[in-house]
């Protein structure tokens, strides 16, 4: 009899030994009625619980620690506005495939659908920017469904998973069989491999193709197969085209890396996609930022799309031969099929298409004492040579940033690229930070998204954790303001922003806060920041009205870009 009780284990506990058994060590979250059986359950476990200051902000930091580590992210909150403030950070991870698990606590099972105190339907709710999700009311259920959801979140094209526990369910006792078999979902199978047949076209079409170009995406990075990305480089003599998610998976100083492509992608890689006789797409999936119009998308390309979710195939552009499969394991495939590439022809026309690219570079600009949010990420690049872990808000500085801090390695640049969501940069190096506690780390956000999520500044301070941070402060929602000045006739509605003195606000927090208005105090600053032991914010002044250059319209043709002005404009307060 006393055996027994001995090995009773509520709910509650159960949740954290299997949390344990995924090989959870860290987990971000904020307590409340519905979960607190499980927070008093947490005393007596080993994973350390980072305490939050929204819940946003816990969903990002899992968000961020995954994509630092390739690990599944845990975020914790309770029943109603706990859940519903997860629910930014759920589809940011959801629309980037980040694999996470979420846990909230829900009302006692017998008042469901009673509108009881702080009652949400959670699941109903986060349907379509999950993965999957669970409501667990038993407590037999937490185990195996804790198990399952890891599983799912990992497994195939990863993404976010909800488990929503009732309080009855952590509190009630059970004695838990761990099982030891592999999970098999009904229904579910997530791994594929392309046929051998279709490989064998696949290589025929590259040895065949005069003018091919490679679109690398955000696979390359979570198939882990820059490597292998490598060696099929070098051997085919396919430039390298990268998405905003894919910078990093091919190191961004090889003579082949083209940049980026897409809307603010250099014009000379939409151009060279455009004249393309064939695109290997690989983990990308032929987003509208990438492609602008689709009708006029490569017309005269032929298109290779390897990819792991047959859900994307023929989704936004009919490709002619899809690979369904890792990407990793796809390369694989390929690589003893395709012979050696020699491309000098048409790695010269790319050459000619740079053409005054050159000359229209921000970096070609005298900056006259003033200071341009691109000499700050050019800067950055130089002084961190390249190594930081980068971690970006949206708006314009992100786009700079993706221009101007050349990432050789993948899983240095942490950013939002499909939901594109303001607040994520702070919360999300916190989380980077734990999944990686020796890196250089660089927030890198605008004055507005910093402010969305700036709460979590306590956090960094509570935990004692070192970040660096460069606030690109313009005055205004910068990217929203060029949008304004360009298609909108300079009409700057609800732009102009009004910020705290960040300064005083680090200051506030027990952090150490400095300024920089010129160029020449770029680097004595960014130097005392990164040799300061503790978290350091800097108020990098920029130019107020700079835009990004080259962009393509949403939905204009991906070779129909506005130029930064050539020859260089010097702006009247010269
Ligand atoms: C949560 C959220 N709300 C609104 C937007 C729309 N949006 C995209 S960029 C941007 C402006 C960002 O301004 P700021 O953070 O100052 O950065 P900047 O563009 O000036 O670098 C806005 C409002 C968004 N992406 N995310």
Redesign the pocket.
Known sequence: MNALIDTRRTGAQILWDALRREGVEVVFGYPGGAIMPAYDALLDSPIRHVLVRHEQGAAHMADGYARASGKVGVAVATSGPGATNLV?GIATAMLDSVPMVCITGQVPSHVIGSDAFQETDITGVTLPITKHNYLVTKVDQIAPTIREAFYVARSGRPGPVLVDITKDAQQATTVVQWSERPVCLPGYRPEHRARATDLSRAAAMIDGARRPVILAGHGIVKAEADALLGEFVERTGIPVASTLLGLGGFPASHPLALGMMGMHGEAWVNRAIQEADLLVALGMRFDDRVTGNPATFAVGAKKIHCELDPAEINKNVRVDLPLVGDVKETLRGLLPLVARGERAPWLERIAELKGDSAVRDIQQMPHHGRLF?AHVMHDLWRITEGKAVVVT????????EAQYYKHDHPRKLLT?GG?????FALPAAIGARFADPGAEIWVI????????TACELSTIAQEGIKLNIAI???????????WQEFFYDGRYSA?P?KSPDFVKLAEAHGLTGMRVTTREEVEPVVAAARSAPGTVLIDFRVEQEDS?YPMVPAGADLHDMIRRPSPIVETAHD
Not at 393 to 400: A, F, K, R
Not at 472 to 482: C, P
């Open positions: 930014t949010a808000d949206v708006g314009q500085h992100q786009m700079w939002s939901l594109g969501t303001m607040g956000a605008g004055d507005g998204g910093f402010q969305m690109i402060n313009n005055g205004y929602l910068g990217m929203v303001r060029q732009t922003l990004v």
